[in-house]
């Protein structure tokens, strides 16, 4: 059952401000920390193209690595990288290349990966699924 949104913290600047958003964001972060410590330079979150959306941005080994982050409260409904959907994937690879364009990155090595956090409790289980689109 989801908490109140009284015991979440106020949202920081630029994080939605309900209780699913209180998650995505919770999970982002986590994503970003689980990448950080595995050798990843963080390039940019929440990118933004049109309607569309690509997590967390990030770079290892000379690859740029475009990442949705799936957050789930717990696993009762499926897997959260069942969430990722064929559209989802024709989406992100459309907002890939706009990114890759607007700073005229030509050719590349680049990767797409789902990064997904379940939260039990406090505690997070993060998966990280390399190269899931190709």
Known sequence: MPHP????P???PGE?????GF???RG?????????????EILQRNYRFGR???DLIARKNGTTVFIE???????????????????????IRRIASAYLAQRRI???DCRFDVIAVVFDGDRPTVRHTQDIFS
């Open 5 to 8: 949104p009284d015991e979440f």
């Open 10 to 12: 106020a949202p920081l």
């Open 23 to 25: 998650l995505g964001d």
């Open 28 to 40: 982002e972060r986590t994503a970003a920390e689980f990448l950080e410590r595995n050798g990843y």
């Open 52 to 54: 569309g959306e690509i």
């Open 16 to 20: 939605r401000g309900n209780v699913t």
């Open 69 to 91: 982050v799936k957050t789930r409260s717990s696993d009762r409904y499926g897997e959260p990288e069942e969430a990722v959907t064929r559209e989802k994937v024709r989406r």
């Open 106 to 108: 030509g050719d590349c």
